[in-house]
């Protein structure tokens, strides 16, 4: 079977989707262009049918690299571009009387689910990969703590609700910037907490000759 002959996924909708609204964002498509294409997104059956729906705009890739190289969390080199492709959707992280840990150069799914019961979790985003411009961090600690690091410029926006504990931001909720990655928490803390920092990527250290 053709590729572009394959049943869409929802997946590959939440894809077309995030890309429209970046098209709206960097002033490619109007508002009525965009919820004219939303509706196309929604009556299309197959990868065929999407492709269509964005086939006068450029790739995510060639996007970020018409811009700022820097950027945070950038996925304009090719490592990157491979990684996002191998996004299964979600990922569960769970610390339970215990610790958990992400940090170097790893792949953030759409969604993450972070459990933590008496333990702690540590995210570090400032050498990672989002699989897509918006994810989903889904918080449930209880008597714990979730430490959350992400390189300068990136928006978090924090929908979290706290019981006898709470979430910290440190200045990562005043980016407004909507070409910058946005990563959306969600979810309760109870009896513990949540800190967002942002710092600059770690220097890696010149090898001796």
Not at 20 to 25: D, F, G, K, M, Y
Not at 59 to 87: C, F, K, Q, V, Y
Not at 127 to 152: K, M, N, Y
Request: proline fraction near 4%; hydrophobic fraction near 35%; glycine fraction near 10%.
């Amino acid at each position: 079977m053709e590729p572009e002959h394959i049943r869409a996924s929802d997946a590959d909708r939440d894809h077309v989707s995030q890309r429209l609204r970046e098209a709206v964002a960097e002033g490619r498509l109007t508002q009525a262009e965009h919820e004219e294409r939303i509706d196309a997104l929604y009556r299309a059956k197959t990868v065929g049918d999407l492709t269509e729906i964005t086939r006068d705009l450029p790739l995510p890739s060639e996007a970020d690299l018409s811009g700022d190289r820097d950027s945070p969390m950038s996925a304009a080199t090719e490592e990157a571009r491979r990684m996002a492709t191998e996004s299964t959707g979600r990922e569960n992280i769970v610390a339970v009387f215990g610790g958990a840990e992400r940090k170097g150069r790893w792949l953030v799914e759409p969604r993450t689910n972070i459990s933590v019961l008496c333990g702690g979790v540590e995210l570090d985003l400032r050498e990672a990969v989002l699989s897509q411009r918006e994810v989903t961090i889904q918080c449930a600690v209880i008597l714990g703590g979730l430490q959350i690091t992400v390189p300068h410029g990136v928006r978090v926006v924090n929908n979290t609700a706290g019981i006898l504990g709470g979430t910290s931001m440190h200045g990562t909720d005043a980016v407004t910037d909507p070409n910058h990655p946005v990563i959306r928490l969600t979810g309760t803390c109870m009896l513990g907490g949540i800190e967002v920092k942002a710092k600059r990527p770690k220097r890696k250290r010149k090898k001796d000759r």
